[in-house]
């Protein structure tokens, strides 16, 4: 069973609004164990240039985060 796309938009609407830098980017979506993990990637601006930015989200079978994490 698939994620559903109204489910993954809701996931990405939060993602964007904790993550700024994300906005636009679209994410790799895997099942894993009984849930989803979505990966975002995305580069942002810092005062020494840019970095690579990576947020994770792991999800339950029906769309809800259980955790959402982040490279620095």
Do not use: C, F, H
Not at 10 to 34: C, D
């Amino acid at each position: 069973m698939a994620i559903d796309s109204s489910t993954v938009e809701k996931i990405n609407q939060r993602v964007y609004r904790e993550y700024p830098e994300m906005r636009g980017a679209r994410p790799s979506i895997t099942p894993s164990g009984k849930g989803y993990t979505l990966v975002y990637k995305a580069t942002a601006q810092t005062p020494a240039g840019p970095i690579a930015r990576v947020v994770r989200v792991v999800t339950d079978e029906r769309g809800k985060v259980n955790r959402l994490s982040t490279s620095k």
